[in-house]
């Protein structure tokens, strides 16, 4: 638990963020358990995780510019497709469609439960930040930040799905 608690203060020195620290805190671990067989016993277990957390964080840095090249215009142009079509229905028409119902309960199925449960809790049940964090039993800032990455995993899948339905093409097709 003490290395727990040491990773979790240099990661909040990184950072400057107890919410950010404790993502790359969990980052850091899943990595180091992905990676086990890599370390080698008898020595510093501690400065091994410094030296996995330090990677992540300079990884998550360079990717910080990036961050807004997840959103995907095509799945803006899709529900716009739809609106277009059904003007005087708004965008709750989409989750009217049977199709589309199974297609997004299919897609959530598939994403990890960290991220799923802040999407159905916001988005779907349409709790507050702070209600989903005390329902969590995380800092709000974890909730947004996994509320974000979930998102884009469920873009990506409905994304897929809208390609292989042939409602969009895909960027090979131009």
């Known amino acids: 638990m003490e290395a727990i608690d040491r990773v979790y203060r240099f990661a909040l020195h990184l950072t400057r963020d107890p919410a950010d620290a404790e993502d790359l805190v969990q980052e850091t671990y899943l990595r180091a ?59 709750g028409v989409l989750l009217d469609l049977p199709e589309f119902g199974d297609v997004l309960r299919k897609a959530l199925e598939e994403i990890p439960e960290v991220y799923r449960l802040p999407i159905v809790l916001v988005d779907i049940e349409d709790q507050s930040y702070a209600a989903a964090a005390q ?3 995380v800092p ?32 090979g097709e131009g």
Not at 55 to 63: A, E, I, K, N, T
Not at 152 to 169: C, H, P, S, T, V
């Open 135 to 137: 329902i969590l039993g």
């Open 33 to 91: 358990y992905r990676h086990r067989h890599q370390y080698q016993p008898g020595t510093n277990c501690t400065a091994w995780l410094f030296t996995i957390c330090r990677h992540l964080w300079v990884q998550q840095r360079r990717r910080g510019d990036r961050v807004t090249a997840y959103d995907i215009p095509e799945l803006d142009a899709l529900a716009g497709r739809y609106l277009e079509d059904r003007p005087s229905e708004g965008a």
């Open 140 to 171: 709000v800032g974890t909730v947004r930040s996994r509320l974000f990455r979930g998102r884009r995993m469920l873009q990506a899948r409905l994304l897929a799905y809208a390609e292989d339905a042939g409602i969009l093409r895909s960027k």
